[in-house]
């Protein structure tokens, strides 16, 4: 029995010591309990380096065909995308067209109204989101280093002919902007 005591005692004593010498560490309010990766700052004004098509087209009648259409013509040259930090977004979205004077197709640069709407970031996607003509539309880029990149399928484009004539094509696009601040 009086061995029970002195083990009783002891571990007793034992606890004591443990939880004495043990330290609490008051929480810092600025350091997260449960941190979280940071999300990346995308605001800033990024401008149209490419518009890709897996059709190479020769736009320009210089003899060199290209993928790259911003090598054929300047119609999609002032295309940008300006992301604010309050989750809005402004763009300029021009393109090229076929027009016809009733007798002959011709290109022509196609001028559009800047569009306005919000941005969200989940990971490395970016989510655009805007009306158009009474349309909801959503628009989603992958964010890598200061560039934006949207790839659509099956977009319509334009070329020209054999026959020298301005024609529609279906074709993959890669869209490419840069951060420029």
Do not use: H
């Not at 300047?74 to 027009?99: H, K, P, R, S, W």
């Not at 560039?147 to 490419?176: D, M």
């Amino acid at each position: 029995m009086m061995k029970m005591d002195f083990l009783k005692k002891i571990s007793s004593t034992f606890l004591i010591v443990v939880l004495a010498s043990c330290q609490y560490e008051p929480v810092d309010p600025k350091v997260p309990i449960n941190p979280v990766k940071p999300q990346m700052n995308v605001a800033g004004k990024y401008k149209m380096i490419a518009y890709n098509t897996t059709i190479e087209t020769d736009l320009n009648k210089d003899g060199v065909l290209s993928k790259n259409q911003m090598n054929e013509t300047t119609c999609f040259n002032a295309n940008y995308i300006t992301i604010q930090e309050d989750n809005t977004f402004l763009a300029g979205n021009d393109g090229i067209t076929i027009v016809s004077d009733g007798i002959k197709n011709s290109l022509d640069c196609e001028y559009t109204l800047d569009i306005s709407g919000t941005w969200e970031l989940n990971a490395n996607i970016l989510t655009l989101n805007f009306i158009q003509n009474n349309k909801n539309f959503t628009q989603q880029f992958v964010v890598n280093k200061g560039t934006l990149t949207r790839n659509i399928e099956g977009e319509k484009i334009v070329s020209i002919s054999n026959s020298n004539a301005p024609i529609f094509l279906n074709s993959n696009v890669e869209l490419i902007y840069t951060l420029n601040n």
